[in-house]
């Protein structure tokens, strides 16, 4: 068995001793790969990754979470097989394990080796030294800089020690593996001198065999030594393999290019033989190189680089087709957009391609054709010294405009800094280069390898845009090219379809539905005389949706009829939905905060009792008075509220039946062609929302049986209650009513709760909530029925291959929402459904283009937040201004304790949209703050894009989410960066604080990885 490799607590700062374990952040028996993050540490202020830069499988003995280890000192260990994971032998004591034997360095010291910072690196030009001789360096200090390629990278040691020489000088060429430096244990014992760059070895000549005997006398040929032209130069070092340097000089002496010859040495080592000919001259078949008189310079890696390129190129068939295209609405779009032309042509190409997947393959070596769903689109940008680089934009049709925009301006700062990670410019599927930009007139491009076509843009001419196709032509015909140029002309001159990647491709909704495509709004949805109609528009709703949309519309002019089905404005929200539960959690909260009350020496408190009756008269309070507020507001801002049902009688005209009296806590059902007054409207926003979902449960309809419409009905707590439905409503319901002293119970069909988080999120609420008193959650649970009258109801379930009952004295279907529009007659006006939801496009406009629809009618997101944002985009696109609803910079709170909330994307979500996603977490169990109040269960998650470093998710299991999370909408909406985050100044003591944290130490960790795997 191979000795284990020994994870010691890391020295993370200057001051550091000794650091806390605060989660293992791998298993035993993972496997560990270069870079992995193993574990978090906290030390100071700062919670900080534990990095591993060996490869093997996590075995123990761990040290436990929560423990303080001094610096130096084993925290686990790594074995190379799986089969000895938990058999390496725990050490008895830190000094054991220090004593483990090592490796003896060299006399020097311990070599800095070239490292090898991509995949196809073979060597480095040393660019600087960071550090002088002497210098003491510590762990991850940066010593050199080296260019590879088009980058200039960072060289990192991992060790401690006092730099030393030998060194080489900078401007060498070193190959990958060699020594370019050395660290010294002891600063007297650093030396300097300049280190010689290492040639490449010739590989050991096997032994000439004895020569025969040969009678004296005998005829001998005559020997032939090859011409060697006096001060030739040697051919250099061939591109795969080796060859001799004897041979290499007969290859530089006689023009000849040694990648042109098969190597027949051992190891396929190119020999003088494999040069010349038996007589002594050059060899027929190889490829002859013309000399160039006079001393020529080595190539930098770049120019070496586009060489080798344009030398493969030589060997793809290849022909051009040219269309001349206007660009002129292309570029008016990109004004209003705010985004680079560059990125919105690379947008159309992809959307080009995507109908011609030809232009997407590539000829693979002998005869055959890989064929690429992903679309990466490399753009040429000019920089000073380098001529064109080619930043890659990747997965361009996963991602919206801005996303592409934001990284673009990135990569070409980064281009001409020569800064840009080798994935950042290698293996495009499809290039485009435009030399316009230039003032050129016409010109060839030539396709780079892996790819099979190029864009040639060149300036525009009285006939247009010159784009001509360069393609191979064993991938794409001419027939094919014609084609795939035609639909880029169309893209380009017709730019609708930048309506919806603006914000976003069709996006997928909850239950399957998907967004139209219908054509992006503007001045023209609304006739510039609209005088013949009752209204400019006509708004059916006064929850959020409709209200606000009403009320954007009306600020600016318009005249705004909103029909509502109750006496006051609110919808669900007020009146059956987030207000009237958050003065039940309100409640709650007290009952349970008293629990902690002794630990800050506040006695007395622990047992709250509940009046139902003020807790009652108060929720009808609140609710009153906000209705009656925005009722005032409305009618302030010249809005005609009417009450009453409102059916579609044609696309531009409704009939509004009268409400038939009620109150505005009861949801009243529409009475479906009754008889009313005929309203005519220039545009119309259909803002209905959805009512509860009730399940085809038998029983369902039962007295014992409650939804999140008529909950609000109960004269008391029930003693027992079971919910059905383990999401938003169900879990912030259970919990309440636990709190309120009932016995719970909740049946949840899918196999987690809350579907909707985060899985972690919903991983470590589940976990809590299974130790509450009063609280039981049953997953992958299928309800069979529900019998008997409030007071004695008993609920049949199914779980795994067992049949249960529990007993209730009410039953909660919080089964979700469906929209129901059958009573809106949509089909009278043309506006198509999907699965019962309105279909709408991401400026919340149907496939009438006038007729918009927003909030829960549409399915998506059904949180009053969501619809209040689409009303007003629905209003900005009949104003015609710009505006989209982004459904991944969207947000939402679960009023649990702790809370459960979210914004923007998870990681999971991140990857399957084409990002590279890296996240980083911090618990509540290490801030002061919740230490004090006692809530330190859960945690804050951040997810950032690590090319761009744009923040692209954050969530929460914590306590006070609904307040922190208003600065990480801000930093998803605003596409704020770890760098900005990092650098702002949040206020202490306040657990904001924490972002910045979060954002630094990612930041950091990215730096790491980055250098270390290049």
Not at 929 to 940: D, L, N, P, V, W
Request: with cysteine.
């Amino acid at each position: 068995m191979a000795e284990p490799f020994l994870i010691k607590m890391p020295q993370l700062s200057d001051t550091m001793s000794e650091g806390t374990i605060v989660s293992w952040e791998k298993a035993i028996g993972d496997f560990i790969s270069r870079g992995t993050v193993v574990a978090t540490v906290e030390t100071d202020k700062a919670i900080m990754d534990v990095e591993v830069f060996r490869e093997g499988y996590l075995s123990g003995p761990l040290a436990a979470a929560g423990s303080t280890v001094p610096v130096g000192t084993p925290i686990a260990t790594l074995v190379p097989e799986p089969a000895e994971v938990g058999h390496a032998a725990a050490v008895s004591s830190p000094a054991a394990m220090a004593a483990a034997p090592s490796a003896a360095a060299p006399p020097e010291g311990q070599p800095v080796l070239m490292p090898q910072l991509s995949d196809t690196m073979s060597e480095g030009t040393v660019v600087s030294w960071e550090k002088a001789i002497g210098d003491f360096i510590s762990r991850g200090t940066v010593v050199a800089t080296v260019e590879t390629d088009k980058a200039i990278m960072d060289v990192e040691v991992f060790r401690e020690g006092y730099l030393s020489g030998p060194r080489v000088a900078a401007g060498s060429m070193v190959p990958v593996g060699t020594p370019i430096a050395f660290l010294v244990a002891d600063a007297s014992a650093a030396k300097d001198g300049v280190l010689a760059a290492a040639p490449s070895a010739a590989p050991p000549k096997a032994a000439p065999p004895a020569p025969a005997p040969v009678p004296a006398g005998s005829a001998q040929p005559k020997t032939r030594a090859p011409a060697m032209p006096h001060g030739a130069t040697p051919a250099p070092r061939p591109h795969k393999g080796t060859a001799t340097p004897y041979a290499r000089q007969l290859a530089g002496a006689h023009g000849i290019d040694i990648n042109s010859l098969p190597g027949t040495g051992p190891g396929g080592c190119i020999t003088a033989t494999d040069v010349v000919g038996a007589g002594g001259g050059p060899r027929v078949q190889a490829k002859r190189i013309f000399q160039v008189p006079g001393a020529g310079r080595p190539m930098d890696s770049m120019e070496k680089a586009v060489s080798q390129n344009m030398e493969y190129s030589l060997s793809m068939p290849l022909f051009r087709v040219t269309v001349y295209i206007d660009p002129a609405r292309l570029s008016r779009a990109a004004k209003d957009l705010k985004a680079s032309l560059t990125v919105l042509l690379a947008a159309a190409a992809a959307r080009a391609i995507e109908r011609h997947p030809r232009v997407n393959s590539v000829y693979q070596h002998e005869d055959r054709i890989v064929e690429r769903d992903q679309i990466d689109v490399g753009l040429a940008v000019e920089t000073e010294g380098m001529g064109l680089v080619v930043p890659v934009l990747r997965n361009v049709l996963k991602r919206t405009i801005g996303d592409l925009n934001a990284q673009w301006k990135d990569l070409v700062v980064r281009a001409r800094l020569k800064r840009l990670k080798p994935e950042e410019y290698s293996n495009p599927t499809f290039t485009i280069s435009n030399m316009g930009m230039l003032g050129v007139a016409q010109f060839d491009a030539i396709p780079v390898p892996g790819t099979s076509a190029i864009f040639a843009i060149a300036s525009t001419q009285p006939l247009g845009m010159p784009v001509t196709i360069t393609a191979d032509h064993r991938i794409v015909n001419g027939a094919e090219a014609a084609k795939f140029l035609n639909t880029f002309k169309a893209l380009v001159e017709d730019p609708q379809w930048l309506a919806t990647s603006a914000s976003g491709a069709a996006r997928s909704l909850s239950g399957g539905q998907t967004m139209a495509s219908a054509d992006p709004a503007g001045a023209g949805v609304l006739p510039a005389d609209t005088s013949g109609y009752d209204c400019d528009v006509l708004v059916i709703g006064g929850g959020p949706g409709g209200e606000d949309c009403a009320r954007e519309l009306a600020d600016h002019g318009r005249r705004v009829i909103m029909v509502n089905d109750a006496p006051l404005p609110g919808g669900e929200c007020l009146w059956r939905g987030c207000i009237p539960s958050k003065s039940w959690r309100a409640a709650a909260d007290r009952i349970r905060d008293r629990r902690h009350d002794a630990d800050l020496g506040v006695l007395n408190t622990a047992e709250p009792a509940l009046d139902w009756g003020r807790l009652d008269a108060m929720r009808r309070r609140v609710l009153t008075t906000r209705g009656e507020m925005a009722l005032k507001t409305d009618k302030g801002v010249r809005i005609d509220v009417r009450e009453g049902y409102a059916y579609f009688d044609s696309d531009h005209s409704v009939v509004i039946a009268p409400a038939d009296g009620g109150s505005p806590y009861e949801r009243r059902a529409p009475k479906p062609g009754a008889a009313g007054t005929r309203i005519t409207f220039a545009g119309a926003v259909i803002a209905t929302g959805a009512p509860p979902f009730v399940p085809p449960i038998p029983g369902a309809d039962g007295k014992a049986v409650l939804t999140s419409d008529t909950v609000w009905n109960l004269d008391a707590p029930p003693a027992r209650l079971v919910i059905v439905g383990a999401g938003a409503i169900g879990l912030e319901m259970a919990q309440i009513f636990v709190d309120f002293g009932c016995v719970v119970t909740v049946l949840e069909a899918r196999d987690r709760v809350l579907p909707e988080v985060e899985g972690e999120v919903a991983t470590q609420l589940a976990a809590l909530l299974a130790r509450e008193e009063r609280l039981t959650i049953v997953t992958s649970a299928a309800v069979r029925g529900i019998d008997g009258p409030p007071g004695a109801a008993v609920v049949r379930y199914a779980a795994g291959t067992s049949e249960h009952t529990v007993d209730a004295d009410y039953v909660l279907l919080a089964t979700g929402k469906r929209p129901v529009t059958g009573p809106l007659a949509l089909e009278r006006a043309g506006v198509e459904t999907e699965r019962g939801a309105i279909v709408v496009n991401a400026h919340c406009q149907t496939n009438v283009p006038h007729i918009f629809a927003v909030g829960d009618v549409v399915g998506g997101y059904m949180l009053a937040h969501t619809a209040g944002h689409q009303g007003r985009v629905a209003a900005q696109t009949l104003l015609g201004h710009e505006a989209a609803y982004d459904e991944r910079k969207d947000c939402g709170v679960i009023f649990t304790r702790p809370q459960a909330a979210f914004v923007g994307l998870s990681a999971e979500q991140a990857r399957a949209q084409g990002h590279d996603p890296a996240e980083i977490k911090v618990p509540f169990s290490i801030d002061a703050k919740a230490m004090i109040t006692g809530e330190t269960a859960g945690f804050i998650k951040m997810v950032a894009d690590k090319a761009t470093r744009r923040i692209l998710g954050v969530h929460f299991l914590a306590d006070h989410a609904d307040t922190l999370i208003g600065s990480a909408v801000l930093m998803v909406s605003a596409e704020l960066t770890l760098d900005q985050v990092a650098s702002a100044i949040h206020p202490h003591p306040t657990q904001t604080e924490l972002f910045g944290d979060l954002a630094r130490r990612l930041l950091a960790r990215l730096r790491r990885t980055a250098r270390v795997s290049g």
